[in-house]
């Protein structure tokens, strides 16, 4: 019993610490594209 409760624990954590990668990634993600729509915006303005 006690390994079931240890894996259970294990099984846990690393589903947190996948969920918390997962939206870091995502922030990332989409930080990225802002970062990108606005250089391309400003490249836009300096072109004109």
Do not use: D, P
Not at 5 to 34: C, D, E, H, P, Q
């Amino acid at each position: 019993m006690a390994f079931v409760n240890s894996f259970l624990s294990y099984l846990l954590l690393m589903l947190i610490i996948l969920g918390v990668g997962a939206v870091a990634l995502i922030i990332g993600i989409t930080m990225r594209k802002k970062k990108n729509a606005s250089a391309a915006l400003t490249e836009e303005q300096a072109n004109e």
